[in-house]
């Protein structure tokens, strides 16, 4: 469990995304706590270099339909990396743990199945202080941890060949 700022990263140890082409899946539930991730996700990608035209985001009903989200995305658009974002709070219910184990699973799958990085972005807390503490609040914004890792997976994506390095 994160217990440091989540919003801290250093831009010079980051690739410039000005090249780059970005998704972000974005799930409707919970909206208070998802809409301030994409929020810290996008502004983290524009800081990084990334125009607003080489962004684009798509609403799902709820993190377990992100996969097929992702997967759409990544058939329909020509992109570099997606950031699906979305949150699952601990109920009283076994629900919980279905949609987690199915989200995680379904990102591995995506990851595995095609070439391009789909970055985890899914906040899985016991309870909704914990989610607005990582989406905004006391902890940072995972958000923008998320489009720092996908903008280095991007970079990876698109790793020189010739040299084998990702120029960071």
């Known amino acids: 469990m994160a217990?440091?700022?989540?919003?801290?990263?250093?831009?010079?140890?980051?690739?410039?995304?000005n090249s780059f082409r970005f998704?972000?899946?974005?799930?409707e539930w919970n909206p208070e706590i998802t809409q301030n991730l994409k929020k810290g996700a996008i502004?983290?990608?524009?800081d990084c270099g990334a125009t607003k035209e080489n962004i684009i985001s798509w609403d799902v009903?709820?993190?377990?339909e992100l996969v097929y989200g992702c997967k759409?995305?990544?058939?329909?658009?020509n992109?570099?990396?997606?950031?699906?974002?979305?949150?699952?709070?601990?109920g009283e219910t076994k629900h919980f743990d279905f949609v987690c184990?199915?989200?995680?699973?379904?990102?591995?799958?995506?990851?595995?199945?095609?070439?391009?990085p789909v970055i985890f972005c899914v906040l899985t807390d016991n309870t909704k202080q914990q989610s607005l503490d990582r989406s905004g609040g006391s902890l940072g914004n995972k958000g923008i941890e998320c489009a720092v890792a996908a903008v280095?997976?991007?970079?990876?994506?698109?790793?020189?060949?010739?040299?084998?390095?990702?120029?960071?």
């Not at 217990?3 to 995304?17: F, G, R």
């Not at 992109?79 to 601990?90: C, E």
């Open 72 to 77: 759409k995305m990544i058939q329909s658009q």
């Open 23 to 27: 998704g972000i899946v974005v799930s």
């Open 3 to 17: 217990t440091t700022n989540l919003s801290y990263y250093d831009k010079a140890t980051i690739p410039n995304a």
């Open 43 to 46: 502004e983290t990608l524009l």
């Open 79 to 90: 992109l570099d990396a997606i950031i699906a974002i979305g949150n699952v709070i601990q």
């Open 61 to 64: 009903p709820g993190s377990f």
């Open 101 to 116: 184990e199915g989200v995680t699973q379904g990102i591995i799958d995506l990851n595995v199945k095609f070439d391009v």
């Open 152 to 168: 280095k997976m991007a970079a990876i994506k698109n790793l020189d060949r010739s040299s084998g390095s990702v120029g960071f």
